[in-house]
């Protein structure tokens, strides 16, 4: 079992800045690919950043450059809009590499990311 704790979520203005962590506990040596996934109020849950324990990093198509998820998982988001607004989950996946939702075994419970004007 793996437990996924996540902090650093907020209130910002339009081009600022947050980082998310994401803290691990359990059964961490079994996490082969950690990534981070936003819900929105009435959305589905979309793919912010996924990384494996080989570095290999893919983003979600809206990322456009401005963030960044470093080796420790953590997820350095710049030049925020407010349809960046959502919750942000971290999640946990055994495998190799994994991309879908259904994929990812364990998730947090989520940080608040707000941006407003």
């Known amino acids: 079992q793996v437990q996924l704790v996540e902090s650093g979520g907020g209130l910002v203005q339009p081009g600022g800045s947050l980082r998310l962590s994401c803290s691990a506990s359990g059964s961490i040596f079994s996490i082969n690919t950690m990534a981070w996934y936003r819900q929105a109020a009435g959305k589905e849950r979309e793919l912010v950043a996924t990384?494996?324990n080989e570095g290999f990093t893919t983003y979600g198509d809206f990322v456009e450059g401005r963030f960044i998820m470093s080796r420790d998982n953590a997820l350095q988001m710049n030049s925020l809009k407010p349809e960046d607004t959502a919750m942000y989950y971290c999640?946990?996946?055994?495998?190799?590499?994994?991309?879908?939702?259904?994929?990812?075994?364990?998730w947090g419970q989520g940080t608040q990311v707000t941006v407003f004007s």
């Open positions: 990384r494996n």
């Open positions: 999640a946990s996946c055994h495998r190799n590499w994994c991309a879908k939702v259904t994929d990812f075994g364990s």
